[in-house]
């Protein structure tokens, strides 16, 4: 029984270090291949020595005290105490019962099994331990211990982390020791109760080891205290510093008498000092922990809160903006006027020509409609964008063309298809936001296979092998030739020129990927050659997320195209939930978040760059310590790449929730929450709120139009537009944060409110109800407000899509100002009719009228805008029209 139970155990370790081995090994070449071994290396050592550190104190700990058990367990003993009666002896002889057959290998398996889970889960969490030994300072202190605001983030998740392996390790050794005196007879539960001399002084020892790491976990509280909520504030207030925290130090006096007490009770086995010692800690817990502080918050705190709590409430305010990087918000008014005219609309047109009447949902349908070709082909998603094409500043949505061999079918899902042959998607397609044709669909500036331009930049590498889509490995330069894509009623076949990618072509590296991927296709096929390469972890999160785990993923990758190739930028974040007095969000999860770094990922190699694009977060810098490789500069951004990047969008997000409440700066304000934002509600039925959108338009007070992310808000439970934020994303101004206020006294139509004027709209509804008759179904489009000078103009897409149908078409765009709701087919022709139906057709004695009135500024202003557009695309003849148009003007106001 032994003996096959010795070879079972051998075979699963020997397939556990085969297993553990073929994971390094591969690990290893796929780093190396990519330039990152050096980060690699430091994780593995690191995830190595905690291991083995954690795994071999924790089985020590475990056998000293199971060796221990068996030796006082064993050993003649004087008596026995039987708790709650009175002291009977009980003899037991040098050659007592040992318990039963195997006991001592069982336990000993038992305590193996937990130090391995132990020593995995402690090693699962390298990178903290590491943050904590190259740490930099954050250089700013926290407001209650003056402590740099880096111990919060690096040492303390460090010391907590230690002293749950403490009390874990204190907690098995207990029930080990609890487990062999039990089946020694030297503990036994009943209506007598028996425990033995040698048990309780082993427990005695046991316990002032846990009280002892009780003391230092209330040390630990101290500061636990700055992530406390009372409602009011998150972060210590007025009874944690003046009550709380004194208290804890007379529980951390009471921890160390306990201790004191069951160290003492080995030598003298008492049944009534540890009960004593527990009692006195966790008793004393109670009173100073819990009753103390809450009786004085009832009573003394609860009357006086606002002026005993204000100065914490600042705090609050001012760490949690800090920790959301807030602090720096640029807050301008907001006029919100009626004063939009056609002029002031011409002055702004490259916000006019770039309002998005394509949703993502709509967009995405029928770009897989009309552009995916094949079965085998896939948009994963839409995304929005800006080129300069042809001069103009134009915001695009575009979509990767991938490929994804399980919509092969079923006949087709051959080993050779999916990881030989079909290999790789082909090219985007990309359209404006604000286009669509006769027939109400999108108009392409890319699109086809091999790709086809109509005025989007030109792509001479269109080949996809990594992308947005997970798709399996693929062996590349093999004996057959990679499918490239279909073209009449043959294919067209191509070969991978990438230099990524691990060579396959010996014996060896076949039979290690084979065991890898659970595939002996891998050794069995005739197809690998000396040159063939493997290409795995294809997938861009996965790739990121491989080499640095430690950094939170943006949910959208989103590709570019830069020199005729596909990349794709994602966006990644350092984060912590140890900030103190910072707000939390994503269900508690962080309190601390920075844009730390822009990953760019070649579509068509696979190679990686990771650019620093936070280098003051301190938890970025200290990443930075530890692998000096993996950062570039942001500055060495290639300039074309720099022009792509977006704000990201969760940020903007976890930002946007942070400051709905935060932007209230004033402790009176904030504690009375008498001004708090949310995101407007959206028409979907499910309750859901609006998303933040990019756009191109021209901010109040600023000269040219620039791409921005944008959120409306309104007030809580109120569905009228209080604000609203930009994150502004072009170079000159990248990650600036403004906040435009309404006044206050003015009522500001919210999306919400305009999604209700439109369905009280008789018009419009009636339409709608006729279209929903006819076989087709409506999809309403999301309302997007659009800030034109001081004055907010609303734009909603309407789509058709046939019952039988999937291809949903843009037929109607309606357009809401002031009072005035329109639909048209057109933007423009909404615009037009919704103008017109406000002030009429512009004239020459309007246009004088608004001359004499003092409206020179905005026709200089439109004219300025203008002939700044015609300058940068170099179109000299009209920059001389508007040139001569501001002249006439300034005429006119001097013989005014």
Sequence with gaps: ???????????????????????????????????????????????????????????????????????????????????????????????????????????????????????????????????????????DADPVFGADLGFFLFSLPAYVTLKDWALTLIILSAA???????????????????????????????????????????????????????????????????VTLPLISVLVALALIGAMLSFANVRICSRRLPVAAVVLVFGGSLVFGEVVPTVFQSLVVKPNELDLERPYIQRSINLTRAAYGLQNVAVRPFAAEQGLTPMLLEANQPTIDNIRLWDGGPLIDTYR?????????????????????????????????????????????????????????????????????????PLFYLRDIPPVADGGPPISEPRIYFGEVNSPYVIVNSSVPEFDYPKGNANVFARYGGARGIPIGSTAWRMLFAWYFKDPSVVLTDYITQESRLLFRRAVKERVHTIAPFLRLDGNPYPVITDGRIVWIQDAYTTSNYFPYAQTVSRGELDYIRNAAKVVIDGYDGSIKFYLAAPSDPIARTYGRIFPELFTPLSRMPADLQRHLRYPQDLFIAQVQVYRTYHMGTPEVFYNREDVWELPRQLDGNGG????????????????????????????????????????????????LIVYEFPKDKLVFGPFQIEARINQNTAISQQITLWNQRGSRVIRGNVHVIPIENSLLYVS???????????PELKRVIAAYGEQVVMEETLADALAVLFRQRAG???????????????????????????????????????GKEFDAMRSLLDHADKQ
């Design 689 to 736: 709120t609006m998303a933040p959108y990019y756009m191109i338009i021209r901010l109040p007070g600023e000269a040219e139009a620039e791409f921005i992310l944008m959120a409306p808000m309104v007030p809580i439970r109120r569905d009228n537009m209080i604000a609203w934020i930009a994150a502004r994303c072009d170079p000159a101004h990248y990650g600036e």
């Design 841 to 879: 057709a512009p004239s020459p004695e309007a246009t004088a009228a608004q001359l004499a009135g003092g409206g020179i500024r905005e026709l200089l202003r439109g004219h300025y805008v203008r002939a700044v557009e015609h300058l940068k695309r170099g179109d000299w003849a009209n920059f």
């Design 176 to 242: 080990t020791a609890l487990a062999v005196y039990a089946a020694l007879g030297s503990v036994q539960l009943g209506p007598r109760t028996v425990v033995s001399r040698a048990a309780i002084a082993h427990g005695s020892a046991l316990l002032g080891a846990l009280l002892t790491v009780k003391a230092g976990s209330y040390a630990l509280d101290r500061y636990l205290l700055l992530y406390s909520n009372n409602d009011i504030l998150v972060g210590a207030g007025y009874t944690d510093v003046n």
């Design 369 to 441: 409609q009309l552009q995916e070709i094949r079965t085998y082909y896939r948009f994963h998603t839409a995304d929005v964008d800006r080129y300069w094409l042809s001069g103009i500043y134009r915001q695009v949505t575009l979509a990767a063309r991938e490929i994804d061999t399980s919509r092969l079918p079923s006949s087709a899902q051959t080993w050779v298809n999916r990881h030989i042959l079909f290999t790789h998607g082909s090219g985007v397609v990309m359209s404006p936001v604000n286009r669509k044709s006769a027939e109400g669909l």
């Design 1 to 139: 029984m032994v003996r096959i139970v010795a070879t079972a155990i051998s075979a699963i370790f020997c397939l556990l270090v085969l297993s553990i081995a073929a994971d390094v090994i591969i690990d290893w070449a796929w780093f190396s291949d990519l330039g990152y071994l050096s980060v690699f290396q430091m994780a593995l050592a690191t995830k190595a020595a905690v291991f083995l550190g954690v795994f071999s104190m924790s089985i020590a700990a475990l056998w000293v005290n199971e060796w221990l058990a068996f030796r006082l367990g064993m050993r003649a003993q004087s008596g026995a105490l039987v708790l709650g009666s009175d002291v009977a002896r009980l003899r037991i002889s040098s050659g007592a019962d040992p318990g039963p057959p195997y006991l001592r290998l069982i336990l000993a398996a038992a305590a193996s099994f937990a130090s391995l889970l132990v020593a995995l889960y402690q090693a699962s969490q390298w990178d903290l331990f590491l943050r904590f030994l190259y740490q930099v300072p954050y250089g």
């Design 797 to 807: 897409p309407l789509y058709l899509r046939a019952e039988e149908g999937q291809i």
